[in-house]
C-alpha cells in the first residue's frame, strides 16, 4: 500500500460546522473520503492510501485542482482509494467538501 501525503494552505477556512463527513464505498472499487475539521486556519492535509503506484503526479494534480477551487482550509482530508479514476476521486471531494459545507 502506497502512502501519499499532501499540505497545502487554502486560500481559506471552509465554512460549515460539520465536524466530518465520509463519501464513498472503497470496497465498491472505488474509494471512500473522510474529511475531518482537524487543522487550524487555511491549513489543508490530504493522505492518500493507494494499492496503485505510478500515479503521484496525478493525484497532485486532482489534490491541487480540488484545494484551488473549494479552498478547503481547515480540513484533514483521508483517502482510501479502491482504483478509482481522477475523475471519480475529484467528485468525490466536491461532494466531501459540500456536506462539511452544509449547515
Do not use: A, F, Y
Given at each position: 500500500m502506497l502512502t501519499l501525503t499532501f499540505n497545502h494552505t487554502a486560500r481559506q477556512r471552509l465554512p460549515g460546522t460539520k465536524a466530518h463527513a465520509i463519501i464513498g464505498v472503497v470496497a465498491s472499487?472505488?474509494?471512500e473520503v473522510l474529511l475531518e475539521r482537524l487543522l487550524p486556519?487555511?491549513?489543508?492535509?490530504?493522505?492518500i492510501a493507494t494499492p496503485v503506484k505510478g500515479f503521484d503526479e496525478t493525484w497532485k494534480a486532482v489534490v491541487d485542482e480540488f484545494v484551488e477551487r473549494c479552498s478547503p482550509g481547515g480540513l484533514r482530508i483521508s483517502i482510501n482509494d479502491g482504483g478509482a479514476r481522477p475523475d471519480t476521486v475529484f467528485l468525490r471531494l466536491l461532494q466531501g467538501s459540500a456536506l462539511m459545507d452544509a449547515q
Open positions: 472499487g472505488n474509494l486556519g487555511s491549513d489543508c492535509e490530504v493522505v
